[in-house]
T-cell receptor, first 113, second 109 residues
Framework: GAGVSQSPSNKVTEKGKDVELRCDPISGHTALYWYRQRLGQGLEFLIYFQGNSAPDKSGLPSDRFSAERTGESVSTLTIQRTQQEDSAVYLC???????????FGSGTRLTVV | GQNIDQPTEMTATEGAIVQINCTYQTSGFNGLFWYQQHAGEAPTFLSYNVLDGLEEKGRFSSFLSRSKGYSYLLLKELQMKDSASYLC??????????FGTGTRLTVIP
């Protein structure tokens, strides 16, 4: 596609429920990143995918968080048993190469009530 | 650990010049990025420095000194639309991009 597409744009969920966030990167971009941005704060790295290599999961805050990506296509970020502290904007970015500029999606605003 | 420091907020006048500083201490370095983020929107790429020196792109310039762990973003001929957060980010050897908390710039008439 022309840009990085994320869905849903907004999600309100009850505490304890599972949520799944989707990212559709720019076609041909081998690198895909997930970030979390809490209100008024900077971006917090979560996970990085590069082609078919093993992902870098070092930023995932707990085992309730997981992410999948098949090849160089869509990625899903899953948060199990959501907590209020998970409320944030979840941003996905893709890049053509490792040291290239990142193109961000518009994000998914998650609110846990 | 990784540490990136930027001023939290800055205010400047329309038409003026503003310099936003960023200092970093990271376990690796593969380049430094500046992003612009308007409220409620995704960050957009502004500049990338991997070698020491100044990179100029229109009204925006970015400077890097690797030995000092220091960068700045220079915005000239400020416009009201430049009001946004400016994020400094360092790409470490571990493939990911670490962001500072950003500098919120307000341009006043």
């Amino acid at each position: 596609g022309a840009g990085v597409s994320q869905s849903p744009s907004n999600k309100v969920t009850e505490k304890g429920k599972d949520v799944e966030l989707r990212c559709d990167p720019i076609s041909g971009h081998t690198a895909l990143y997930w970030y979390r941005q809490r209100l008024g704060q900077g971006l917090e790295f979560l996970i990085y995918f590069q082609g078919n290599s093993a992902p870098d999961k070092s930023g995932l805050p707990s085992d309730r968080f997981s992410a999948e990506r098949t090849g160089e296509s869509v990625s899903t970020l899953t948060i199990q048993r959501t907590q209020q502290e998970d409320s944030a904007v979840y941003l996905c970015a893709s890049s053509l190469r490792r040291n290239g500029d990142y193109t961000f999606g518009s994000g998914t605003r998650l609110t846990v009530v | 650990g990784q540490n990136i420091d930027q001023p939290t907020e800055m205010t400047a006048t329309e038409g003026a010049i503003v310099q936003i500083n960023c200092t970093y201490q990271t376990s690796g370095f593969n380049g430094l990025f500046w992003y612009q983020q308007h409220a409620g929107e995704a960050p957009t790429f502004l500049s990338y420095n991997v070698l020491d020196g100044l990179e100029e792109k229109g009204r925006f310039s970015s400077f890097l000194s690797r030995s000092k762990g220091y960068s700045y973003l220079l915005l000239k001929e400020l416009q009201m639309k430049d009001s946004a957060s400016y994020l400094c980010a360092v790409q470490t050897g571990a493939n990911n991009l670490f962001f500072g908390t950003g500098t919120r710039l307000t341009v006043i008439p």
